[in-house]
């Protein structure tokens, strides 16, 4: 299948979807162009050129051009059997205790819509402080402390890189992989 035959930024073969035994995979068969795949949860991963990534479910991919092009693949889910594991030591208990209300939620929501949403509305990067605000109506001060008074008590209660340079992409991730915000949210910064 050919994506956009008028864009020429993109290879004439970025790659293909192939079986191997039952298991489904994207490759990357460009020479120089990387392919992004969006996992369920709405976080990027770079496909480089000749790696292959799995396909398992709904996986969204991301072709850049002179345009962004996107193609949604569905493959089987995983059958996988039972990981019989014997536990040992403590539970593991990052971010467990920290209450997160419905102000804390609209906030993320309102910081991390990006990665929720489909198509050329999404954008894996954290919105800006004021742009989170105004899509709230909030000033931006309000924003600014709900979300940091929020990443502290994450960080004391173990979630890791919360601190530093990097520390809203880790939150993101955080609040996407724990599924503490959702696209089901999304509703609720479009009122």
């Not at 502290?152 to 599924?179: K, S």
């Amino acid at each position: 299948m050919q994506i956009d035959p008028d864009d020429a930024a993109i290879s004439r073969l970025a790659g293909a979807v192939e079986c191997v035994g039952s298991v489904w995979f994207l490759t990357n068969h460009s020479s120089s162009r990387p392919l992004a795949t969006v996992d369920r949860f709405g976080l990027r991963n770079v496909l480089a050129p000749g790696n292959r990534a799995v396909v398992e479910g709904r996986l969204r991919v991301i072709v850049e051009g002179a345009r962004s092009h996107e193609l949604v693949l569905h493959a089987p889910e995983p059958v996988s059997p039972p990981i019989v594991a014997v536990a040992t030591g403590q539970a593991t208990s990052a971010g467990a205790g920290v209450l997160v209300n419905d102000q804390d939620r609209l906030a993320l929501v309102a910081l991390f819509a990006g990665y929720l949403q489909e198509g050329d509305r999404y954008d894996p990067n954290p919105k800006s402080y004021a742009a989170a605000a105004a899509r709230l109506g909030w000033p931006r001060t309000t924003l600014v402390k709900r979300i940091e008074y929020l990443r502290l008590r994450l960080d004391r209660a173990g979630v890791p890189n919360l601190q530093g340079w990097n520390a809203l992409h880790a939150l993101a991730e955080y609040a996407l992989t724990t599924e503490l915000i959702t696209k089901d949210d999304l509703p609720l910064i479009h009122r």
